[in-house]
């Protein structure tokens, strides 16, 4: 896989998510919790679906079966409008401690995106996480213990600044994967020697250089 180094950025369709959430916030309630990590599900204990605005922070998405993140939604994110019993199953998210949250019912999300002709925007917004979810699923398949953390380095390179402060490298990549602790050490520890990627305290701070074709 020899094109990791030219991996075109997924767009995420801002103008879509601002008009959602603007139409959502009149009928959300906040979604308190104590300054800690927290997990939450899609369909809550009454069988009820929800959906969670997320304006501050990031939301980690977990797949149950296997107990691995499969995706990170930062704010301005809409999460739960997909609202099926059978994906509500296999997810549960996890906010981060300064994260900020609305959730309301998913009827009357639905409700609301009727009245206001909102289908567009929902179209747009779940064709850009689709292409997340496929994007994901791309970075694990065919792919060399080398390529695959390049391919999750380059991903972790886009976050903000103040976000790539907080994950460590290895456990960044190591969540997301089913690879070997020592594989991805003695990847990530070649390419810093080899001047490729600049990490401090187990931190990435920038990608110096496109990552070899070969290893």
Not at 56 to 85: H, M, Y
Not at 191 to 205: C, E, N, P, V
Request: proline share 3%.
């Amino acid at each position: 896989m020899g094109h990791f180094n030219n991996r075109s950025v997924i767009e995420k369709p801002m103008e879509s998510i601002h008009r959602l959430m603007t139409a959502f916030v009149s009928m959300s309630k906040p979604y308190l919790h104590d300054g800690k990590s927290i997990e939450a599900r899609l369909k809550n204990k009454d069988a009820e679906f929800k959906v969670y605005l997320v304006t501050k922070g990031r939301v980690d998405i977990w797949r149950e079966v296997d107990n691995r993140l499969v995706e990170t939604a930062f704010a301005p994110s809409v999460l739960g409008l997909q609202g099926s019993t059978y994906r509500s199953q296999y997810y549960h998210l996890k906010f981060s401690s300064d994260a900020e949250i609305s959730t309301l019912p998913l009827q009357a999300a639905m409700k609301i995106i009727e009245q206001q002709s909102l289908w567009r925007d929902v179209f747009y917004y779940q064709g850009y996480l689709n292409d997340r979810q496929l994007h994901h699923e791309s970075l694990l398949i065919n792919s060399s213990t080398y390529e695959t953390v390049c391919l999750f380095l380059k991903d972790l390179s886009y976050y903000p600044d103040s976000e790539r402060a907080k994950l460590s490298v290895a456990d960044y990549i190591l969540q997301r994967s089913n690879l070997a602790r020592s594989g991805v050490m003695k990847v990530l520890a070649d390419l810093r020697f080899g001047g490729y990627i600049d990490i401090q305290h187990g931190k990435l701070i920038k990608i110096l250089n496109s990552f070899p074709r070969n290893y």
